[in-house]
């Protein structure tokens, strides 16, 4: 049995949870609503407070996607509770980031600014010239999200410029060394 997919979830108060007949989990909370159309094989069970997912057989099919769906069912209990943000550093002489309106404007050492749009499930915050923090109650979309704003200037091995994660180690390479005598 899958460790983590055998694990009951609670459902907290204020959070509704519904599973329709074609195996879609629709999870109501004060964040938001959220939807996952899950695979008919796996069984999505309530019973009062908890969610309970249960697979047919013990095919390697069936147990690669137990644990898989009771962890998204999870996440989107937490989103709609909690939210999922991630924290970008913004790295470098001149690099910095700015909000204007709902879009996050960026200066990355290129002869142009790099502008990004908040879109409608995700916030954008810029508590610093140097912090992003990117926030929503959907996990693969932040992530997704974070991800593409990083990707316009990743951090660099040599002087650590760029934008990373907040808990992010970048790691180092030393430079080029003087010529040989």
Not at 45 to 68: C, F, M, W
Not at 94 to 108: E, F, I, P, S
């Amino acid at each position: 049995m899958s460790r983590i997919g055998k694990a009951p979830i609670a459902i907290p108060a204020g959070v509704n949870v519904q599973v329709s007949d074609t195996n879609v989990v629709t999870v109501k909370g004060p964040k938001g609503t959220l939807d996952c159309a899950l695979t008919p094989e796996i069984k999505v069970n309530i019973d009062g407070a908890v969610i309970t997912v249960t697979r047919p057989t013990d095919e390697q099919k069936h147990r690669s996607l137990h644990g898989l769906s009771r962890t998204l069912v999870a996440n989107m209990i937490i989103g709609v509770t909690e939210g999922f943000k991630k924290e970008l550093e913004v790295n470098g002489v001149g690099y910095r980031a700015t909000k204007d309106g709902n879009k996050l404007v960026m200066n990355l050492g290129y002869s142009h600014q790099i502008i990004v749009e908040e879109t409608s499930d995700i916030k954008i915050d810029v508590p610093a010239p140097n912090k992003i923090i990117i926030s929503g109650i959907n996990k693969q979309i932040v992530g997704q999200f974070a991800a593409d704003v990083r990707k316009k200037r990743p951090p660099e091995p040599y002087k650590g410029k760029g934008i990373k994660y907040n808990n992010e180690v970048v790691r180092r390479k030393e430079g080029k060394t003087g010529a040989k005598k």
